[in-house]
């Protein structure tokens, strides 16, 4: 089975603080993604990659960029943690377009 | 521009009863249409999904059919289960692409014994 592993379940931070979520998938595939799901407003796309050092904006990339330095690894980072990004973020990766994507299991994440 | 809309949660239900959950859509062109579930704890996993109208897709004893008439994607299925209990997510996209997925705000499913 593919896994998508998140680094942490649950994250407490402090305004202002760099905060970096880890997501690994063991399955060779090309296309990553970084979602945050909020009560009432579903999964909105932060960013996605499509390979290694690619990234494209998803809807709601303010406030946050991503790495991507190898195809298992794909990394979302708060440069400076407000509490407004306060929420559940979901990892997910496929092989290709048209192909159905694999979650993690989330990193609740709290900003203090 | 594209969007999905889900019947507000929670739903609550007895085991063995039937279950609708409604979705229907917005979309220019011909959109793929999807259906994930998230159990406790869990990621979200594809549940069954239909990419042109009239398609039905079906897995675990759900079904959802592509309606383009009604612009509809209910998920239905006819006897439930403890285990069911979960978050349903109704989703689109257009064409093949899985780069811009659309989603619904999620429905939670509490099924009780």
């Known amino acids: 089975d593919v896994k998508v592993t998140q680094s942490s379940r649950y994250l407490v931070k402090r305004t202002g603080e760099k905060v970096f979520l880890e997501c690994v998938q063991d399955m060779d595939h090309e296309n990553m993604f970084w979602y945050r799901q909020d009560p009432g407003l579903g999964l909105r796309l932060i960013y996605f990659?499509?390979?290694?050092?690619?990234?494209e904006k998803g809807d709601i990339p303010e406030g946050y960029s991503v790495s991507r330095e190898k195809k298992e690894r794909f990394s979302l980072i708060l440069e400076s943690a407000s509490t407004n990004q306060t929420s559940m973020y979901l990892c997910a990766s496929s092989p290709g377009e048209g192909v159905k994507l694999f979650f993690g299991s989330g990193t609740q994440l709290s900003v203090l | 521009g594209n969007s999905v809309t889900q019947m507000e949660g929670p739903v609550t239900l007895s085991e063995e009863a039937f279950l609708t959950i409604n979705c229907t859509y917005t979309a220019t062109g011909y959109p793929s249409l999807f259906w994930y579930v998230q159990y406790p704890g869990e990621g979200l996993q594809l549940l069954l999904k239909a990419t042109k109208a009239d398609d039905k897709g079906s897995n675990k004893g759900f079904e959802a059919t592509y309606r383009k008439e009604t612009t509809s994607f209910h998920l239905e299925k006819g006897s439930v289960q403890v285990s069911d209990s979960a978050v349903y997510f109704c989703a689109l996209s257009e064409g093949d692409s899985n780069y811009q997925l659309i989603w619904g705000a999620g429905t939670k499913l509490i099924i009780k014994p």
């Open positions: 990659s499509y390979d290694v050092k690619m990234k």
